[in-house]
């Protein structure tokens, strides 16, 4: 059985508890503290050290009915305030959502039945992930509303080029996704980091990954995902907009996807050191992370951010113009849309190198379209490397002047300047981009009609399929 048999098994295990209420969310959140439990054992970790012996898997596993629920809740109220740090901050604050002891029975035979040999010959991480990856895809569940998909993940990584010994950040960082990349990107380079002499190795454990994130259930969640990538750096729950997040500074790279929205009630950050004053959340990200990054011409970042980010006028103006003096903003990448699963969102991924100057770093940008002409995306259609193929080519190229590809075009900072510095650019003018001057008369065009069509049909599909797994509701032919 490999890993995505298992996650497929797990997941199917919720059925379990639809009689308790229990949502998607809620469900990964218990699952985590079992699969510790379980993982622990299974990596021969479950000692004293870590975690005590009263409260192991061996010891979970041989209860039953009532007794086996006051054990449980016994248990995670223990490891919540055990001495060990990340032991106590997973299980910070831990309680069940399960009712039934049947139910919570079932699901602790279920996981210790399993084939975990097979498990941990393909990465105890990688089935986590799958399950994380899981939830994420059930628009049900809420959690994947701006799930950066891993394939997105993995072209910004490759196209960052992480290096040994530099320090990565996520201020946003969800589940851990781009940090866990960027390792499996510079595992891959170093034999696991055989290759590294041990000061080396140890530095890419504990100190070359880091990351902040807001949602304490997230934040258990990254937690989780980080150890069983054996990645030991600071990860932190709290504001990365409030004073909380002053820590984070002085990087060589950082990888992210910033919320999207405004600060509830339109109130200001708490931080101090944000030069413009904004209750845009994302513009807030994006000053924070090009100020975090070292001014030595070589720190470099990959942003994901909505489109209001490039046009949005006052102090949106200000803040690009000030990306565009302190940092050499070369490439945007405009994303299709459909890719994250609150419809209708359209992002853009923003490439730059922070300079040793602040002023006039950005002489050229360079942008992508990838949006235009493109097929519907979501959850029946789903992006894959082979949609980034020319973009990359196009990134990585020696004299992008030579580049024949009538997606990728050149912006000056003269060009930019002309236009309120508004980033908003790089689209090929079709009959689907109404806001182009040189289009007919917006009538719509029967390929519009179509993708309208397709994504309606799409949305619907899912609704139903929704429906039919309510108890309560019974969809009729």
């Keep these: 059985m490999n890993n995505q048999e298992i996650v497929q098994k797990l997941w199917n295990l919720c059925n379990v508890l639809r009689d308790d209420g229990i949502t998607y969310q809620q469900y990964v959140t218990e699952l985590t503290y079992l699969l510790f439990l379980k993982m622990m054992k299974e990596q021969g970790e479950d000692t004293e050290k870590v975690i005590p012996e009263e409260y192991r898997w061996d010891r979970l596993v041989e209860k039953e009915g009532t007794e086996l629920k006051t054990y449980y809740q016994r248990l995670l109220l223990e490891l919540g305030s055990n001495e060990h740090e990340r032991l106590r901050l997973i299980y910070s604050d831990a309680s069940t959502s399960i009712t039934e002891p049947k139910n919570l029975e079932k699901i602790i035979k279920s996981i210790d039945a399993l084939d975990w040999y097979n498990a941990k010959e393909e990465g105890l991480g990688n089935l986590y992930e799958g399950l994380l990856e899981k939830n994420a895809s059930e628009t049900k569940s809420g959690a994947g509303q701006y799930f950066t998909p891993r394939v997105l993940i993995d072209v910004m990584v490759q196209l960052v080029d992480p290096k040994v010994g530099e320090r990565c950040n996520d201020p946003a960082a969800g589940t851990l996704g781009f940090m866990i990349a960027a390792d ?276 619907l599909t899912e609704v139903v399929e929704e429906l039919s797994e309510t108890e309560e509701v019974k969809v009729k032919n």
């Design 184 to 459: 499996q990107y510079l595992k891959n380079k170093t034999d696991d980091y055989f290759d590294l002499d041990p000061q080396e190795a140890e530095f890419q454990k504990k100190e070359a990954f880091s990351g902040m994130e807001l949602v304490k259930g997230t934040h258990r969640l990254a937690l989780m995902n980080a150890l069983l990538h054996n990645i030991e750096g600071r990860m932190e729950n709290g504001d990365s907009l409030s004073s909380n997040g002053k820590w984070m500074n002085n990087f060589d790279v950082i990888l992210t996807n910033p919320p999207f929205g405004t600060k509830k009630g339109g109130e200001r950050v708490s931080r101090d050191d944000l030069t413009f004053e904004t209750s845009n959340k994302q513009l807030n990200f994006l000053q924070l992370i090009y100020n975090a990054l070292k001014d030595n011409g070589q720190a470099r970042a990959a942003v994901v951010l909505p489109d209001n980010v490039l046009f949005e006028s006052g102090v949106g103006s200000q803040i690009r113009r000030d990306l565009m003096d302190k940092c050499n903003l070369h490439t945007i990448l405009r994303l299709p849309t459909g890719i994250f699963y609150a419809q209708g969102v359209k992002t853009n991924v923003l490439f730059f190198t922070r300079e040793k100057t602040d002023k006039g770093s950005t002489k050229d940008v360079w942008v992508y379209d990838m949006r235009t002409n493109m097929p519907s995306f979501g959850k029946r259609n789903q992006l894959t490397m082979a949609h980034f193929e020319e973009f990359m080519k196009a990134y990585v190229a020696e004299n992008r002047e030579k580049v024949k590809d009538e997606r990728w075009d050149k912006f000056t900072r003269e060009d930019i300047a002309k236009k309120n510095d508004s980033l908003d650019i790089g689209l090929i003018a079709d009959e689907s981009l109404s806001s182009y001057d040189n289009l007919p008369d917006p009538i719509e065009s029967a390929e519009e009609a179509i993708l309208k069509l397709q994504q309606a049909m799409d949305l």
